[in-house]
Every structure is written in C-alpha cells, then in structure tokens.
C-alpha cells in the first residue's frame, strides 16, 4: 500500500482508485496528469512543490506485493532494495540508486523480494512553467550520495521544518530533473557535477584531476565532456567564473584588492592584476572604478 507515514493518503489512494477507461481527480479521461510517453513524465519545478508526506517507507514485510493510486499527489522515490515496478501497465526493475518520480493518478505495482526500504516524498508539483521532461524511473548512478544527503536531510526537517524539508525536495527534484536531461542527451550529468565542484571551490586551488574525481569521471574523458558540453576548456572555465567573481567583488563591495583575490583563488597580486587585465581588459583598480 501508500506508506504508512500517510494512513489517510492511503485509505484515499485505495477509494480514489479509476476503472478502466475513467478519469481520476485531476485528469481527462485516457490520459494520466504528467505522462508525456512510454516511461516518461513531464514535470514543472521552477516554483517550489507542496511536499504533503515524507519518510522512509518499509515494504515487503508483510506481503511481496502492493497495488495502489496517490489520486492527486507525485511520489518521488530512492531506492535501497531491488524490486520490480509496474508503472501503468509498463514493467521496470528498481536497483538501489534508482529514483523514480510518478505522476498523479496512476496505478503503481511494487513487487518485493523481502524487507524493502526507499526514501520518498509524496508531493504536489505546480501545473504552470515550463515543463521538463523525466524518465519514470532512472539510475541516479554518482548523484545518489548527493540524492540520499537531501531526502534524508528533508526526512529529518519534516513536518516541524516544513521549509527546510521543502527546500532539500526542491533540490532533489533539480538533480532528478537534470539526471532525465543528461539521459535524453542535455548536459550530462558529470559535467553538471564539474560546474558544481567548481562554482564551490573558486577561492581553493583547484586542477583538472580534482574536477574530474569530484565529476565521477577521468580526467580525459572530463575534458572531452566539458568541451563538447559547454565549448569551453575546465581551466578556462575556472578562469572565467573567478573573474566574473572578482569583478562583482571589485565594483560591488568595498572589500580590499588582496582580500578579493585571495576569495577567487588567485593569491598572488601581479597574477591577479594580469588576470584581470587578460580576462576584464582593465587592471582591478580600474574595474573597481567603473571601466
């Protein structure tokens, strides 16, 4: 069934159930809120969603299947166990590190091979914005640590944090989102996890190599992902972002010339000056000015 930490989702779930050929709450007839094909959905989360349940859901215990509807809410699932999943009408095999995201309305089959645990969040997601569309379910592959961090963190928040918990969903569904775009050929996902690496280490000397660990990936194959995914080199890339740094920095904050260089990772002052000439095409004090 629903998971217990939602006796009253469930016992909706189980009477809020659609025949064959009817509409459920929220949905036209033959056609399920969010599906946009065979094994994929289409999501919209430039607005934070209405996390309505959250926790870890123990299956399996008990009985080895469970058939069920959330009528009007998305369950986001991460998995620990392996299973199989029927996603109306549609088989897929759950591995621990997959994470699925299910729309409203639809009839879900969980078959379990004993003690089973997952992560999930049953959620209300905005119906305007730009819609982005996911796999059902996908391998969450080097994102899974990161995946795991935010749910737990939201497990733990909810319901006396409610923002907080919302906020690490938020950021969770972000990641699955970016996952479904690397998988149906947008930036893949190592590359997202380069520009983060990056984008959080700008004051720390960084390489390449440490890119490519922090990315899951080699170092040549990085380089080969990075270039064809942003048309840039990594060290030009880290060139860039610290100068676009240093530049808020020098015109917007009073803070010092040594103090701003040393916060961007470059903490030699002559290096910093032709950094800035190379990249600003003025010296700091002249950025600082207005140039």
């Given at each position: 069934?629903?998971?217990?930490?939602?006796?009253?989702?469930?016992?909706?779930?189980?009477?809020?159930?659609?025949?064959?050929?009817?509409?459920?709450?929220g949905q036209v007839a033959g056609q399920v809120a969010g599906q946009v094909g065979p094994g994929q959905v289409a999501v919209r989360?430039?607005?934070?969603?209405?996390?309505?349940?959250?926790?870890?859901?123990?299956?399996?215990?008990?009985?080895?299947?469970?058939?069920?509807?959330?009528?009007?809410?998305?369950?986001?699932?991460?998995?620990?166990?392996?299973?199989?999943?029927?996603?109306?009408?549609?088989?897929?095999?759950?591995?621990?590190?997959?994470?699925?995201?299910?729309?409203?309305?639809?009839?879900?089959?969980?078959?379990?091979?004993?003690?089973?645990?997952?992560?999930?969040?049953?959620?209300?997601?905005?119906?305007?914005?730009?819609?982005?569309?996911?796999?059902?379910?996908?391998?969450?592959?080097?994102?899974?640590?990161?995946?795991?961090?935010?749910?737990?963190?939201?497990?733990?928040?909810?319901?006396?944090?409610?923002?907080?918990?919302?906020?690490?969903?938020?950021?969770?569904?972000?990641?699955?989102?970016?996952?479904?775009?690397?998988?149906?050929?947008?930036?893949?996902?190592?590359?997202?996890?380069?520009?983060?690496?990056?984008?959080?280490?700008?004051?720390?000397?960084?390489?390449?190599p440490d890119v490519a660990r922090a990315a899951g990936v080699s170092h040549n194959h990085l380089t080969r992902l990075f270039r064809?995914?942003?048309?840039?080199?990594?060290?030009?890339?880290?060139?860039?972002?610290?100068?676009?740094?240093?530049?808020?920095?020098?015109?917007?904050?009073?803070?010092?010339?040594?103090?701003?260089?040393?916060?961007?990772?470059?903490?030699?002052?002559?290096?910093?000056?032709?950094?800035?000439?190379?990249?600003?095409?003025?010296?700091?004090?002249a950025v600082r000015s207005g140039h």
């Amino acid at each position: 069934m629903a998971e217990n930490a939602v006796p009253t989702r469930s016992a909706l779930a189980d009477a809020g159930q659609a025949g064959p050929g009817q509409a459920g709450p929220g949905q036209v007839a033959g056609q399920v809120a969010g599906q946009v094909g065979p094994g994929q959905v289409a999501v919209r989360i430039e607005d934070p969603p209405l996390v309505m349940s959250m926790g870890v859901g123990v299956h399996g215990t008990v009985r080895r299947r469970d058939v069920f509807r959330l009528p009007d809410m998305w369950q986001l699932h991460l998995y620990r166990y392996a299973a199989d999943l029927v996603v109306d009408g549609s088989a897929y095999p759950i591995r621990p590190g997959r994470v699925s995201l299910i729309p409203p309305g639809v009839q879900v089959q969980y078959i379990y091979r004993g003690r089973s645990e997952h992560l999930y969040a049953h959620l209300r997601l905005p119906t305007t914005g730009p819609a982005r569309v996911v796999p059902v379910i996908q391998d969450a592959g080097a994102d899974a640590p990161q995946l795991t961090e935010l749910l737990s963190r939201a497990v733990a928040a909810w319901p006396d944090s409610s923002a907080r918990a919302t906020a690490q969903v938020w950021a969770a569904l972000w990641d699955v989102v970016q996952l479904g775009a690397a998988a149906d050929g947008g930036p893949h996902a190592a590359v997202g996890r380069a520009l983060a690496y990056i984008a959080a280490n700008l004051a720390s000397p960084i390489t390449v190599p440490d890119v490519a660990r922090a990315a899951g990936v080699s170092h040549n194959h990085l380089t080969r992902l990075f270039r064809a995914e942003t048309g840039d080199t990594v060290v030009a890339h880290i060139r860039r972002r610290r100068l676009e740094r240093a530049r808020h920095l020098l015109r917007e904050s009073t803070l010092s010339i040594p103090t701003i260089a040393a916060s961007v990772g470059i903490g030699d002052l002559q290096a910093f000056n032709k950094a800035c000439r190379r990249e600003l095409g003025a010296s700091p004090r002249a950025v600082r000015s207005g140039h």
